[in-house]
């Protein structure tokens, strides 16, 4: 699939209207597009990432994302009986937006997971009831959430250390 397409048009405008050098970042986009082989719908290089899956499509900078984490979300009948569920990778980023990249079950979120932590050493990849407080608290002081940034740093610092 080419990258101009006309479902991916109206994101690709919105996203180049904020850039400083749209026509440049365009070719980098089309580069990236073009060359990296997608992981569950996900291509991502040193700048950006590009999710393309059935919730839509959609570009990031790889600087703005702050936050990573394996989301299961169940279907219930009349709120009682499972129906199903569904698997995605959740990308948050400092502007409190909420990306997500569906997967194929439990392993196809690990899998993207693995494949993301690497290329993205400022986030934190992760959920829990102290991460969400943290998160929110950064929303409420707007402070672009530098203590997640902090923690994401950490946590690459101690996964290279072994």
């Known amino acids: 699939m080419a990258f101009d397409t006309l479902l991916h048009r ?21 580069r990236l597009y073009e060359t990296a082989a997608p992981v569950h719908g996900v291509r991502i290089d040193e700048k950006y990432t590009i999710i393309e899956n059935k919730l839509g499509f959609q570009i990031l900078k790889n600087s703005d994302i702050v936050w990573v984490y394996h989301l299961n979300t169940k279907a219930k009948l009349y709120g009682v009986v499972t129906t199903g569920s569904f698997h995605a990778v959740a990308l948050r980023t400092e502007d409190g ?4 990249a569906l997967t194929m079950g439990t392993n196809g979120a690990q899998e993207l997971l693995q494949y993301l932590f690497p290329r993205l ?17 950064g929303v409420q002081k707007q402070d672009k959430h530098a203590d997640m940034r902090m923690l994401g740093m950490m946590q690459h610092q101690k996964a290279r250390r072994g």
């Open 10 to 30: 109206g994101e690709i405008r919105r996203f180049l209207k904020d850039q400083k050098n749209p026509e440049k970042v365009r070719k980098e986009l089309e």
């Open 97 to 100: 937006g909420d990306h997500r």
């Open 121 to 137: 050493p400022q986030a934190f990849f992760g959920y829990s009831d102290e991460i969400v407080q943290v998160w929110n608290q």
